[in-house]
């Protein structure tokens, strides 16, 4: 269990990360399948605003002394530049090699070894391979460290998202991975036939201290998870499950419709959350008739990095007093970023609503605070305690009774 758990873990790091340099911290994705094309934008003069653009373009291309990047770059450049001047964290734009796996990440499945990848200092990419996927078939060890794949060595300035896009690929395609294993002298080489592999977005087991309580974790709000989460609930009620811990610490969110379909396993009918657009147009987003377990007690642990589709969830289940809120204050982003496909697989993510809870309060830049509020110290860390979790269990135990008990 413990292995399992430290496989979850850091599953869990890896996601967080990509969540974090694809769309903001916390970015909940609503997607919007639109290719702009040529059409959209037809030759012509530029508009005067653009006059000055251009004319430092020119001038940059004729007078800088020194390397100038190439026309792609220069233009992603100047399109960050327009993004920064909005001022907001989560519109944003998104170059085609980090948009491919973060639309794998979201599909929950892609092409690849079937192994995570733990950066642990600059150029250290370490693996931790699946159980009967195929790196650990072709005899990749946990922390073995990546030298090279397919010939191209692994340096300093190598990020994780590169090491991603060379380890993933086409499946049935072999994939060269050159390694340094604790206690060998020479580089081992290994051949990797990818296969696709699933990133499981929940994992769930019956707590030792409390046989009768089922704990979830969900990392990511995928395409996956509610199927996932509805594996979890059959699987524990089955094993007499009476109560349920859901875990949502660090989970920076994922897709919208990901969020209502969990909230939907728990909250009996109703409304999960409003959105606002521009305009003050609003729209609600009712309960979508899944109510597995909308009368077992419910604990939802969170902290600051609970974000975006989380705090649906947990918004929606504390305003509508299904279950307690456990552990620290959320992170506050409340906000739907449409997805905008660009013809060279580049991405711009655009704010374009904000959402609030059943009772409509606002989350964006203000958080959920939790109804028991645990904080997780440094001496907890070091002796492996978690008394948000205890606490949780201790509530339940108490039959979940709403509001809390001092």
């Not at 769309?23 to 934008?41: I, K, P, S, Y």
């Not at 964006?364 to 860390?381: K, N």
Request: net charge negative; aromatic share 8%; charged share 25%.
């Amino acid at each position: 269990m413990r292995t399992q758990a430290k496989v979850y873990t850091a599953l869990a790091v890896l996601l967080i990360a990509l969540l974090a340099f694809a769309a903001g911290f916390g970015a909940n994705w609503f997607l919007v399948h639109q290719r702009l094309t040529a059409d959209d934008f037809a030759q012509q003069d530029p508009p005067e605003p653009f006059v000055v653009f251009w004319e430092a373009w020119h001038i940059l291309q004729r007078d800088y002394f020194g390397d100038l990047p190439d026309d792609k770059q220069m233009t992603y450049g100047a399109i960050r530049g327009v993004v920064a001047a909005l001022d907001d964290p989560y519109t944003s734009f998104i170059e085609p090699q980090p948009r491919e796996l973060e639309r794998h990440d979201l599909q929950g499945h892609f092409g690849g070894i079937g192994a995570w990848v733990e950066q642990r200092g600059p150029g250290v990419f370490a693996l931790v391979p699946m159980r009967d996927r195929p790196a650990a078939q072709a005899g990749i060890l946990e922390g073995d460290v990546l030298v090279a794949v397919d010939g191209i060595d692994i340096t300093a300035e190598t990020t994780l998202e590169d090491v991603l896009t060379m380890v993933r690929g086409p499946v049935g395609e072999i994939v060269h991975l050159t390694v340094r294993r604790e206690g060998e002298e020479e580089l081992l080489a290994f051949e990797v036939t990818r296969q696709e592999v699933e990133i499981p977005a929940v994992s769930w087991r019956l707590l030792d201290e409390a046989p009768d309580v089922g704990y979830v974790k969900i990392n990511l709000f995928s395409e996956r998870a509610a199927d996932e989460l509805q594996e979890a609930l059959d699987d524990l009620t089955a094993r007499d499950a009476r109560r349920i811990v859901l875990d949502l610490r660090d989970n920076g969110g994922g897709l919208l419709q990901a969020a209502i379909d969990v909230s939907s396993q728990f909250i009996a009918d109703g409304v999960i959350l409003y959105e606002q657009k521009k305009g003050d147009q609003e729209k609600f987003y009712p309960v979508e008739s899944k109510d597995l377990v909308v009368d077992m007690p419910l604990v939802i642990l969170v902290n600051g990095g609970t974000a975006s589709a989380s705090e649906i969830v947990a918004g929606a289940v504390q305003d509508r007093e299904r279950g307690l809120l456990v552990g620290e204050k959320t992170f506050g982003k409340g906000s739907v970023q449409l997805i905008y496909d660009l013809s060279d697989g580049s991405s711009l993510h655009v704010t374009a609503a904000r959402w609030l809870t059943p009772n409509h309060s606002q989350i964006d830049g203000a958080g959920l605070t939790p109804d028991v509020e645990i904080p997780v110290t440094e001496a907890d860390r070091e002796q492996g305690r978690d008394p948000q979790l205890e606490r949780a269990v201790e509530l339940l135990q108490q039959q979940g009774a709403y509001p809390p008990t001092p």
